[in-house]
């Protein structure tokens, strides 16, 4: 008997869950909180929760991360130099501390329109070489022809040892300037990305596990563990991909919407016909657009472990993440009485810092290029929760929530406070932690506000399941003005929305959320089993997916003699003969397919195969098409479940 392991390290926590293979029944499940800044800890930690015999038969691992995502969106990305070849289009800023413009490049159709100019290459990777960890290439229209990224990638080899990442290898569409900033933070991905994923695979060693390893991707698909090393940047935004994925097996729907409250954020996507909904665009993530495909969806701050405020008796949540107060006390013995003696401040002076039921705390990373008055504030913060007041005692001074905010931002130090999560501890419906820290904290935020400890509680609650519904709607009517459809949720109309597609709800407690949707939205409201484990079953039953296509188009469009061009992920080929052309393109691209299948560990046998082919030509054109763009996508099947 074999059993399948998933695996998804969350901003908040860490699940896994074990299938077993020959029917695709969960036989466990459980979840640690995140460790940072080494994840691998986490994912020990949920591993142990699992039955030792079962883990002991796994031969099959997959895994789905933030790592990538977070990197980007905390600037902590690894330093790299970029080089651009040829005259790219569109100027702006990149994620790199370097970056070089020389001489080169193709035109549209894969000839070349000036020697690269390799001098400068060796000048500058000399230059900079102990200063950065990677490089990037960048031509232009290398999609069309990558013979100068590939030259100036063995010149740098040659020159550094270091790795080099190519605009080519991450995306075969059209836009020289997002291809650049996506093979720059590839670039800056692949040290932080390779520790990571060694570590994992010295941990399935350490268990004396025997298993293939899989990553998820942002579009919902499995990669093989050579793609995971070489592409770490496609694994940014996979934690939405995998709620798609493991809703979908969970619920045993290939079509429906997934509202996903995490700890930090509530995502909502779609899965239609098996497949996730991807975005027309590429992810854009820390403010750089990509050439990634990922899922499309609509997302918000606004999660379990986000923190829960008031101010001129309105409650506000998010979106920054706290650690909740059920949680802090029962890590921290002394907490529960100093949340009690915390004095509750003038309602003039209430900000999101300055809170009744906010701490603050070391978080242990290092600190770099303080300010004077954010090395004070820092010095005066121990490794346990303290209030405000305790912080001033020590620092001579009242830290400013300037101060706060920017040390918050740092990581510098973690942020206590009343959190939805501690809201649904107070009305029973939760009970991880230490309910009688969350009553303390809604008795005191409630008083600011006139309410009861419930009273507030049922508040923070209606206010979550509104804004899933509302994120939700938004999703589903992406070209509907939304404040429309915020008064529709807030009930200010006599009316309500109707989904008819099935929509599944997957996080810790979302079971509680349920009945308050129900009442503003008319839909099959699904929380299936092992909701709460959902994105680890997702990383697990990802399908792996691979999509080439190769264009064929004449050499010349005024002398069709002169032979054809086939355009492929590896480059340009050319043939006499236009049948020979389309021949060579179908062959080559399922021969991609078969082999990038097979480093994911599917079988032929396990493998779908679709080639579409569609072709283009003037009016009244009489010869064998001016373009025809051949299509091959294959759908594998690292696992069949019968269920």
Known sequence: MHYSLGIDAGGTYTDAILVRDSDGTVVGSGKALTTYPDLVEGIKNAIDTLDPEYAKKVNLVSVSTTLATNTVLEGTGSPVALILVGEHPVKGDFPAKHVLSISGGHSY????????????????????????????????????????????????????????????????????????????????LLPISHKFILSVIDEIKRREI?????????????????????????????GPAASLVGASFLSGLDTCAVVDVGGTSTDVSAIIDGIPELSDTGAVVGGWKTRVRATRMETSAMGGDSHVWTRNKVIHIGPRRV??????????PGFLDKLKRNLIPKRSVLDRNIQPTKFFMRSGFVPKGLEDSEAEVLKAICNEPMSLDEIAAISTRYPSTVILDSLIQKRLIQAIGFTPSDALHVLGEYNSWDSKASEIGAEKLGKLDKMTAVEFSMKVKEIVAKNMAFNLMNYMLPDIERNGIKKIVDGKFNARFKVDIPVVLLGG????????????????????????????AGALFGKGIRRIELIVRPVSINDLDAGYYVFSPEGRNTFSDYREAVEFAEDYGQKMVVEYMGECGVSRDNLDIKMTKNTFSPEDWKHDPVETVIQITGIGYPKRFIK
């Open 509 to 536: 407690p979302v079971v509680a959320y349920k009945e308050i949707m129900e009442r503003i939205i008319d839909a099959d409201i699904i929380v299936p089993e092992y909701a709460q484990v959902g994105n680890a």
């Open 323 to 332: 650690m909740p107060l059920c949680l802090a006390s029962s890590k921290y």
């Open 210 to 238: 025997d298993a293939r390893l899989l990553m998820l991707k942002c579009d919902g698909t499995v990669v093989g563990l050579k793609d995971a090393l070489e592409k770490p940047v496609e694994t940014i935004f996979s």
């Open 109 to 188: 159709n894969g000839e070349e329109i000036e020697k690269p100019d390799i001098a400068a290459v060796k000048e500058f990777a000399g230059k900079y070489k102990d200063d950065v960890s990677a490089f990037a290439v960048s031509s232009f229209f290398s999609v069309r022809n990558p013979e100068h990224e590939l030259e100036i990638t063995k010149v740098l080899h040659e020159t550094t040892g270091l790795p080099v990442v190519c605009g080519h290898e991450l995306s075969q569409d059209l836009g020289a300037y997002e291809r650049a900033v996506t093979a720059s933070l590839n670039a800056q």
